[in-house]
Structures are given as C-alpha cells and as structure tokens.
C-alpha cells in the first residue's frame, strides 16, 4: 500500500485556479495535493536576439522555489549566486514542453515567460508547474486576442504532465514527496490533449527497470494527463 | 485626494493569515491591499559561525519578489546571479527589526531565518514583511514552547511597521504602488508595541522636506503601527 | 535516406581507447565517428560532506566542451562564470547512470570522479561520454584492486548508452550532428549489461511524437546498447 | 563622559582639502577625525541606459573601503566577487543625498559619478563621505561652467550629513568607533544648506528609542550639519 | 644529473601536428615529451567593441588545463566560477605573443581567437601553447589566404617560446614538471623566428639569481627557440 | 627627448613615507612622482589552509586601484564582480618579490598581508607597490620584534623594483604614463638590496627587441632598483 493510502492509478486532488496575479497577463495556481505552484505569464514586446528579425515570437519558462517550501529550508538561489542543475534542468524542460503547443509564428516577434514559483512542495512539482503553465499561457493569450494583438491561433493543442514512478514493485501514479523518496523508478511524461507524447524523462533511482515496467508507467500516465487535460478545460470554460 | 480615494489617515485592509505552510514551524500571509507577502519562519539548530559557542541564537530575515510580483516583469534575482542592493537593504532591515524585539539569549545557540516573499506587490512590501514576520516568528517560537525547548520567553514586545509620504503636499499613511511613485518624500517607521522606535527612514524623493511634515509622519505612523499591532494581537488569540 | 547515408540501425564507427592520460587512474578516449571525448577517472581518498561517515562512496561526472568542439566556437564556460543549464544537466546524467552500476558500499569511504572533456562534436556527446566513462571506471577499479583497496566487485554491471531520433519520419539510430538538428524527437537510452533500463530521456523537438514511434527507438536503442556493451568487453579485455 | 572625552553636541575636528586628484574634475579629500574619505567626482559624456534621449543627466556614487582602513583588515570586496549589502547600501544614500541638491535637467545629458573610498575608517565613513562628496561634486561642476559646458545652476543647494547616537542614555553628536560600538541608538541624517532634510536613519540597536530622545538627536543633528555646511562655503571661497 | 637524464642543452622530444580538428580553420597538437595541448585557431567575422571601425583586426588567445591534466585532479574552472589569476596570466602571455607577429592591420576587421587547452600536463605548459599555436594561426591564416580574404601578409615572422631554469645550481633548457618543482629559478623565453625578444619572464622561486645565471637561461632559451622554430617551418612544409 | 624631459637615466622623485595608517602593523605611502601608492601589512594569526601545521608563516599581497586614479574613470572591480587578469597578475608579483626576501620559518605559523592600493596612477604602479610594500612589511615585522613574537630575522634583504622601457629607440629608466604608452618595449625588474635577481618581465609592445637593448634595460634598471634600495634604508632610519 502507498503511504498516501492512494489507489496505484489514483491521482491527488488536482485544482487550478485562474486569475490571482493582479499584474500578470495570464495566471494560475494550480495544486496537486500540498504541491502549490503560482504560474504566471508575463507578454514582452521583444524576442531573444538570436531571433530577431524572423518574424516569430518565443516562450520560455523560468522555475523557482521558495526556500521553505521544503520539509527542511533550502538555501535562496539568489542568495547562492547561482540557479542549480536541478533548478535549470527543470525550468529548461517547461519551456520545451509549452513550445511544443505554440505556434511560434503566430505568436509574431514576442516572448512571452512563464514564471513557475513553487509556494509548496511536495513532490511532482515540476509536473504541476507544465499542467499550470499551460493554463497561464492560455490566459496570456487571451488577453492579446482580446486586444487584437493575433489573429491565427497560437496555442494548437493542450499539454500537461505527471510523474509515475515503482514504489515497492509496483507501478503507481502521481508520488507525493514521501513516495517520491522511496520509489525506485521516477518517470515524468509530459503529453498533448491529442495523445501525443512530448517528453518522457524515466530514472532509475535504485536498480535498473524493465520495458515492461516502463510500459506499465506509459499506461499510467497517459490516464493521468486526460485527466489533467478535462480539468485544463473545464477550468478555462 | 489620494489616488486611493482613502483619507489621509486611512490604512489599506491588511489581514494576517496564520499556518499557511506544511512545513514552516511559524507562517503567516500577510496582505496590505493588493501587497501580499508570504512569510515562513523556520527554526535551525545552528548559529553563523561568528556566534558559535556564545550561548545565544540569532534572528536573520532574508528578502525576495517573485518576478511578476510587480506590473512589470522583473528578472528573476537568481538567474541574475545576485541580489540587488535594494533587496540586500530590506532584508538587512527586517532582519535588525526582528532581533530588537528578541531576547536572543533566551533562544538557546539556535537561528531562526524568516523568509519574506513577495506574491504581489502594490507599494509597501517591506512593511507588510515586517509586520507579517513578527507573527510567523511568534508561532515558530509557539512551536519551541509546545516542545519545552525554551523556558524563558522570547519574544519580549510587538513589532510592526507602516510607511508614510507627502503627496501633493499632504502627510498620508500607507502608501500604495501609485502613491508612491508620486510621493516627494516617502517614510517607513518600525515601532513596538509599547511605543519604542525600532528604525526610522525618511527619504526626500524630490525636494527635501521639513522637520513639521516629518513630525506629521511620524504622529500619522504611530496611529498606523498601534493599529497593526492589534491585528497582531488579534491574530494570535 | 540519412545524410550519413547509413541505414536506419547502422551506428558510427565505435572505438574504446584506453590508458591515454599519464596521470589519471582510468582513461577513455572514446570515439563515436567524429565525436570524441576524453574520459578520466580520478580517485580521491574523500566523500563529499554530507556522505561522511556512512561507510559508503560516491561516483561523480564532470562534462566539458572545448571551444571549439564545435562548429562554431562557443564561448568558454570558465571564462563566462558559470556552467550552462545543457552542461549541468548533461553531467548530472553521466553520474546518475554510472552510479547505477556502482556498489557504493563496496567503493569505502571513498569518491572517484569522472571527467568527460568533449574534444570533438558532431553530436551524441553524452551517450559517448556515458560509453566511454564506463570503460574509464572500471579502470581506476581495477587500479584499486591491484593495491587491494577493494575486496567485493564495485563495478556490479555494465552500462552504455546511445540516441535514437526520429528523422523524416523514420526511427534511426545513433544520430549525428546533421541529423540531429532535423530530428522531430531526439531520444537518449541509458541501459545495463543485463538489459535493465537506467535512464530514458526523450524530446519532441517539432510535433509530438506517438507511443509506436517511441516504441521503434527503444527497439533501436536495445541494439545499439547491445553493441556497445560487447565493444566495451572487448576493450577491456 | 564619551570616551573621545568629546561634550555632547561636539564634533571631530573636520577638514576638507580640495584638488587632491590630479585626474579627477572635482576632489575632495574629508577628514572626521581619524576618519578620512577620499572623494572624486568623474564627469563622463553618457547617461544610464535608461535615461537616454530625456536630455536630463544622471549623478551617481560609488563606495569602498581599503581593506586595512579598519582595525582588522576587512576581506577586498574585489576579491569575494561582490559588494556587501552595507556597500551597496551607503552609496545608494550618497548618491540619493547628492540628487537631492542637483537639478539634472541643468546638467544635461552626462553623467557624474562620485567615488568615495576610506582611506582610513574611525565612525561616520557615510556622513564624512556625503559632505566630502558634495566638494568634489561642486569642483567638477565649476571645471564644466569654466569650459562653458553648463548655463544655469546645477548645483541648487549645500548637503551635508553626520551621525548622532544615544551613548549611556546621552544624546551626542558624530560618534567615533569606539562610541559607534556601544551606542544604543544609531542615526545618520542628511540636511541641505537652507535646513530642509534630505534623508533620515535611525536604528535602535539594543532597546528602542523614545520620540523625545529623536528629537533630541534631530536637534543635534542640526547643529552639526550646519557647521559642516559653513565649512563647505569656506572650502571653496 | 636531471631527474629526466636528459643534458643540460637537451629539449624533450617535440612534435606538432596539424589539422587534428574537424571543424577549426586551424589546429595543432603540440607535445613537449608528456606536455600535450591541443591549439585551435577560431576565424570569427567581428572585432572586440573598442576596436571597431578601425580597419583592424585582433588575435587573442585563451587558455585551459582538462582537470585530471595533471598529477592530482584540480577543480574545472567553470565550475568553481572563475579562471584563475594563473589560467588569465598565461592566455595573456600568448595572446601578446602572437599579436607581436601578426600584422593586424592586413588582417582586416576579423579576430582570430586561438584555444590553448592542456590535455595532459608535465611542466612548461604555457610555452607548448604559444609554439603550437603559431602552428594553428599559419593555419588559419592560409585558410583565410586559399579563400581570398587576405592579401598582404598577415603572419610576418616565427614565434615559439622556451622555459629554462636553475636546477641544483645549474642552467638547464626546458623543464618538465619534476624538474621544474625543484628548481630554484623559472624562466621563460619568448622569441620570433629572426631572433628578437618578445617576452621575458623569470622569477626566482627560492633565492635570487644573478646576472651571469640569467645570461646563462638566455643563451639556453635561444638555442631552444631556434630548434623549434625549424620544428614549425618542418611543419607547415 | 623624453616627454617628462628627464634624462634617459633619470628616476622621478620618489618619496617612502612611513606610519601612515592608524590601524596597520605597518604601512607605507610611495610616490613615484605622481604615481601615489598605500601599502598596509596586516598581520594575521593565521595562514592559509595548505600551510597549516608546516611550522611556517606566508606573505601575500593583494592590489587594487581606486576608480579614479587613472585619467579616465575605471569600473570598480567590487562592483563588476572580479578582479581583472592585469590585477591578479600584479598581486602575485608583488607577493613573490617579498617572500623572495622573507623567512618563513622565522615568522612562524602567522600570514601578513600586504594591500598596495593606487590612490593616483601614472604609470609604474607594480614597481612603485613593491618598493613602498617592503617598508610597510618592515615596519610590520619591527611592531613583532617589539612584542617578542619573533627571535630570528624575518626579513634576509631589501627589494625594490624599477620599470623601463625603450622609448623612441632609447632605453629609458622609470617610465611615466605618457611614455609607458609610447615604448616599444616595457619591462620591470625586481632586485635584492644585495643586486640578486628576483623577478624579470620583459614585452615587446610593438616590435621585438635585441638582446643588447635587454641588456641596456637591465643596466637602467640596476642603478635604479640601488638607488630605491638607499631610500628605503633612509626611510627606515
């Protein structure tokens, strides 16, 4: 059984909530469990220079956590002088996932940047933080179409994602920190309303993992994204 | 008038909202207005080397904004790969706001750090910070009585804090984002609560100002703290 | 038809060099085609702080670029200040999955670290790296045993990696540079000797790709690993 | 008694000798006593980013410390790779104090940055910088009206700064180190020649301050800068 | 006798070998004995900001050491953060050097940037790099020549560079890493193919050395030179 | 004709003055006519890390120029966040010079710390530092004979150093500024009060010079580096 007494396919208790950032174009806090992340979507009349004059816009995301969102303080990576490896990988990997949905060129010379800053953690923060996003960049384009700033539409498809992992041999969905910690297989998979897959990033903790094993956790997570897809739309109707 | 509409001696709602971390041994959000600023407070068994073996602990605050906290998007401080002298200066201020209502030697050799984070801003932040972190060091040490780790008390007063400005030649209280930046002089008072002046700072954004309009802010910032101190006291029944 | 006119399961040329570096305890000079990195493992009679004196060893990777590696010349990591996001997370592979294969109990109080300098890109750097560095490992290992450091096998298994991609629609295997850059999902599989998966890294670059496409690369990254795994056994023969 | 066996509203005796720098278009070297703080203010043909295309200029300071200017010798800030936050602090109030008294419209498109670096510290290195600075500032906007570079005033008043403090329950004025160190109460302010107040600082350090011991120190302070200003004006006859 | 048994005239056996990087306009492995560096020299189509639009161009070099290089690990500069004043000190050396026979004025508005990165490490280093880097700008250089982007003379003379120094009260030519770490003085010589001096560097590491010692370093150095000089015209043949 | 109209042979005046600093063990002000340099020694009981229980002291030097004290105003190193090559460089000069004539033993497991800080530059500021640092170490070294913390001598000799250059074909001695930028070739030479050789830097800045214009260099630089060597006797008399 699961610490958190959860079904292996049961996921947390999962609420996105639109509109609490008072200055940003497109926002949402979204919760898996005790996992809080506040995703912002901020627009900029200006692209990165390496792509200037080409006619597309551009999305990035950047990835913070509070030093107390933690069960012991972290250190403030401000105060350090330096982002972490963990810190960079993650916020890399939201970027990658929102592009996957946008249409760049549609977009026109544009950037627009998620901010994902964790309030809480307790595992799968980087999941919440791509299923949250993409309800702040939603909102973030909106709010231009509102203003007749696009005409064709930028965000072609949904994206969410969650973590999987083996927690004592067996394939369960959604870890929460204490499961995350013992589990010896993690997987994150990132994927489109459409069921296309975007990202699948699977480590072995422990000992190493079998294909079926791997498959057992595809499986899951493809049920874990629809159901973060229907509440992505139900949240935006 | 103020661009507020509030008269001159009218503060903002301000709340203080207790236990708002899983992890934190004290937390409070604390919101002037739309100033909302997320304070933890956690308890370290350790002091800076410069302490050790003194029998006291310390008290130490550190500072941050989340990136589109404000209208506008700032850069993330650690992507940056410093803190801004602003931020360094705030910190340092709550920090010394904090210890002069702490018996640190009551503490035992411990630290506690207070983290201020800045959801959204409106003018403000570091005053709210303060008065915030008094009430999530209050739990913190609630905490450390509830598992007899101190005998004495701690905390021997109330501390808060509230800006004051001259706009458009008049003295008002609590300034918010847009009052602020028209503001020809902008103050910021920390004071206990038995009335003892904790730190005064008073800057001339334009023309200097007179010793009549600073006696002004200082009779409109006693009537703000004592009333953040009730709230305080509220807050904590 | 690939631009290295190779068929879709046909890797580069892979040769294992070992004992290039004077100094270090194990060394690789690894080759996938044009891409060659050097690897070297260094022992150190130490463990980092937070593993002290738990009777256990820790495996570490460093990776690196020459300037000019590239076709372009990058600029240098040392000299901008810090290392880039790619390289931190490139590294934080590289020793995630030799650890995979470590017994940190049976290494002692000890670390070895390995370095993986890039001296020639043209694409796959990391799944060489991961290759090569093995080869480099078990060196050093063997180093130890030779002055009886070690009693019980450190080294529990092999592990190799490769990229698979997806190039104008068709899965192939081991990508170089050119292909690479027009791959629609670039894809990195980490696995044992004993067929085990350690890690799975895959990336839609364009469209998103779907669970038989991700199904193909496996099935190409199970031989290519395969193949691997025999040169190494005859390099260390 | 204070232990400068000073009375209690009695300053160090202050000097302010002109044209120390054969560079520099203003100089100033200010002593406090043992407190010496060289001034020199560059006049540069470019503004801020910022600022560009206002027609208004910008003034500036920066602040440093001699690693030996101390009792112990302090780390180079060169050398830790950072400034502190006291550093950044003092020369965001030089810099304030100066704007105070300058109209940048008048200056034109340029920028003038004041250096001041303690040469030797003993108390007061931010108050002696101040009414050193204001010198060298008014020696380079004399070297611009010389070449005819500047109309109107730029330079509208006098601004000069000095500590007080609450030494044993005493209100003094400009306290040394050894008075620094065990004052209960810190406060530094800045006033312009006509009396108004630029910039008010004051910290309890220990216990808190009443209003009526302020005030006592305002009026001290009052005192003080008066003096200061009257040696300006004899400074530049 | 010398640790390394060779005379006291004898340099080690020196090879440069050209063309060993795929993608850089021009390339040298250089190897004095256990010494190996790899030089590549970068064509770029810009000049550093203070030279722009002065119809100049400018060669610059910098310099690396892989970790394990040398005898014990040393931490890689780009993740300690920063270069070291010894890393800056000799990529300044060789960058003058090869300015002193270049003539960057038939160069044009272009830099060439020559990477000196040291494979493996076993004493005089810096003088390895500066004599294969020469190898891999004449490279570089014909390069730019078979494409027509040059037509004067850009390379106008030979520079190559030696270290010499005291061991047990005798000069000796070309120390390598045993050597050198006994020996009581450290030079090295930099000189053009015609004989004249472009660089001096001698330090005395324990005691002070004479003039007639420094004669004796001087005369060794030129020797050396003058070989190596003829090992780059064998080269480039 | 030199610019400072000076014979070829011709030192500026220079003036050693002694107790310059209140909180030093011992420090000194050099000028070199308007080159204007302060030297502290710091005595520190302590040494650094590698040097720990060796029964042996150090002596290290740390240099640095105020931004001020050259024509155009230079960026602080503190506030661009390292120190540049050309300081690095010279602090592990001046550092050499003086352990060149230091007992290590005799000062037993204690470090002293030399800061040479440029007030004023005009050219010769590495040589004006060394010369200048030799008497604050002295004076550092006397103030320890004084409390009977050291028995043997601490200092074996004088060192002094002396630039020179050749100028318009002329080999010149003490290069000011304007010469220093005009010389073909620049070099400093540091010398022992008994004439050893500690340290030699020769560069051809345009053109590469003979071995006869170095040896007119080195004559210059005898007489001058004697002459300096009769100045510090005379200063510490």
Not at 119 to 131: E, N, S
Not at 199 to 207: L, N, P, Y
């Amino acid at each position: 059984m699961r610490p958190s007494k959860r079904a292996a396919d049961e996921m947390r208790a999962v609420t996105l909530e639109r509109g609490v950032s008072k200055h940003a174009e497109g926002s949402c806090l979204v919760k898996f469990g005790d996992t809080h992340v506040l995703c912002t979507a901020s627009l900029e009349e200006r692209v990165p220079p390496w792509l200037r004059g080409q006619n597309r816009g551009w999305v990035t995301a950047e990835y913070g956590m509070l030093p107390r969102a933690t069960g012991d303080r972290m250190r403030r990576e401000a105060s350090v002088g330096k982002q972490s490896g963990r810190t960079l990988e993650i916020q890399r990997l939201i970027g990658r996932s929102l592009r996957a949905v946008v249409d760049l060129k549609a977009l026109g010379e544009r950037q627009i940047s998620v901010d994902c800053d964790v309030i809480q953690a307790d595992g799968g923060t980087r999941t919440a933080a791509i299923t949250g996003a993409w309800v702040a960049l939603n909102d973030c384009i909106a709010w231009m179409k509102a203003r007749d700033m696009i005409s064709a539409p930028v965000l072609v498809d949904h994206v969410a994602a969650i973590s999987c992992g083996i927690y004592e041999d067996t394939p369960v969905l959604d870890l929460d920190y204490a499961e995350d910690s013992e589990a010896e297989t993690d997987a994150n998979f990132v994927m489109t309303g459409s069921g296309g897959i975007v990202e699948v990033q699977a480590t072995a903790e422990g000992k190493p993992f079998s294909e079926d094993e791997f498959q057992a956790l595809l499986g899951l997570a493809r049920k874990g994204v629809s159901r973060l897809v229907d509440l992505q739309k139900m949240s935006i109707l």
